[in-house]
Each structure stands twice: as structure tokens, then as C-alpha cells.
């Protein structure tokens, strides 16, 4: 049966999902990475679709922004529709000089100010890593590009608008933490609560220090050799 938030039938979505957070660049990706793509669901017009990549089944849905937003739809995946493997394909802010714009992060681990993974974990402290098997795998493929690529922590923020930003900055930098998001800790602490598992890959979008950006198209339409180390791990 269709879940609250899920239109799609029982068997609609293939084991492996990517997960990009603007439903649209989901749309961009089932239209010119997936054979046969079918949209299956377009509740709220978060819109999810599965084809074939290589050969294998693969889906892609968008989850909107937030740890609140990504966990309502990783859930029902996991939950509803059997899905196994949860691949966030995002965008993120650099917090270092020695990454650039466009360069590609692998999240090892993400760092949070939420309090989610707490309350999945008895009120202690959970370590949000990816599953080891995917990790494995995309960064033996992403170093077939020429795309720079750097794997280690990243930290996921509760706020886009944080009110203690230059603190904020400060503490991440000391802690050699890579880049800023909002979804992937909560997203691990997820696949660990219900069995699953997940990785994130982010494309830098913008630089927290440098103040370059990406526009919303670029994000969009762009970061296609992200999508590619996503797609190539969800079937390996």
C-alpha cells in the first residue's frame, strides 16, 4: 500500500535509491542517467522514479530539505517499500581552503547539532557513519575521475540560518570537519535504527570561507559525475 508521503505501488522502488534533496534534480536524473525511467510517485511534488542504470534496477526520489524532511521519506522507503541501500546525492559547503568548488566529498561520518540521532539512542551520543561496504565501493569508483575527491566528516546543521555562524565555522575547521549540510547524520542514525544502509556524496556548491556559489540551475542540472559514483555504487 502507498504511504502517507509515498504514492508508488508495492514494488515500484528498486532496492538502491538515490536521494538528492531537490525534487527536480531527481527528475533531471531519471531523464539523462536511467533507461526507461517511470515516475512512481508525486506526492507533494517530491517526485521519485525508477529505471535502469547499467543494466539494474535503480530509483531516485527527492527528499526536500532537513534531517525532519529526508527521514520522513527514508523511512517509508525502508519501511514501506523494502529498499536496502539509501545513496544521498547533495550539495554541501566547504569549510576548508583546500577544497574547491564542484570538487566532490564522500561523508565517512557526519557531525550534527541535532538532536535526533540522540533520541534514536537512549538520549547518548550515536556515530553517524556511512555502511563501510558502500564507502568501499564509491571511493574505489570515484577515483576513476578526475574530479577531486575527499573523504572524511562533515557536519549536518539543524539551521541553513544559523544564528552562531562564525562560532560555528570556528569549531568545525578545529575539528578538521570538511563541509556543511542538513540531512546526512540523520539519514545514517536511520539505516542504523532500521537495518538499512546509507551513504552520502555531496558536490561542494558553494565555499563557507570564499563565498563562491553555484546558481540553482548549476545545482541542478550539473553535478553529473556525482550522480554518476552514486549510481555506478548503487549497482555494483
Not at 533531471?28 to 517526485?47: P, Q, Y
Not at 570538487?103 to 540521532?117: F, Q, R, W, Y
Not at 556559489?213 to 553529473?224: K, L, S, W
Request: aromatic letters at 8%; charged letters at 20%.
Amino acid at each position: 500500500m502507498p504511504t502517507p508521503h509515498i504514492s508508488a505501488e508495492p514494488g515500484d522502488f528498486a532496492e538502491a535509491v538515490l536521494l538528492p534533496g531537490d525534487p527536480l534534480r531527481a527528475q533531471f536524473i531519471a531523464e539523462n542517467f536511467l533507461a526507461d525511467a517511470k515516475l512512481v510517485t508525486s506526492v507533494r511534488n517530491i517526485l521519485g522514479y525508477t529505471g535502469t542504470y547499467q543494466g539494474s534496477s535503480v530509483s531516485v526520489l527527492g527528499t526536500g530539505m532537513g534531517i525532519p524532511s529526508a527521514s520522513i521519506y527514508a523511512t517509508e522507503l525502508v519501511q514501506g517499500y523494502g529498499v536496502k541501500d539509501l545513496i544521498r546525492i547533495g550539495s554541501c559547503g566547504a569549510l576548508s581552503h583546500d577544497i574547491k568548488l564542484r570538487e566532490i566529498i564522500i561523508a565517512m561520518g557526519a557531525s550534527t547539532d541535532s538532536n535526533v540521532n540522540r533520541a534514536r539512542y537512549g538520549g547518548y551520543d550515536f556515530a553517524a557513519i556511512a555502511n563501510y561496504d558502500l564507502l568501499h565501493k564509491s571511493v574505489d569508483i570515484a577515483n576513476g575521475y578526475d574530479r577531486k575527491v575527499h573523504i572524511g566528516n562533515i557536519y549536518t546543521s539543524d539551521l541553513f540560518y544559523h544564528p552562531q555562524d562564525e562560532h560555528r565555522i570556528e569549531f568545525n575547521q578545529r575539528m578538521g570537519v570538511l563541509a556543511v549540510e542538513m540531512e546526512t547524520a540523520g539519514l545514517y542514525g536511520l539505516a542504523a535504527q532500521y537495518g538499512a544502509r546509507a551513504l552520502a556524496l555531496l558536490t561542494v556548491s558553494d565555499h563557507v570561507l570564499t563565498h563562491e556559489a553555484t546558481t540553482a540551475e548549476e545545482r541542478q542540472t550539473t553535478f553529473g559525475e556525482m550522480v554518476e559514483i552514486a549510481l555506478k555504487t548503487a549497482v555494483a
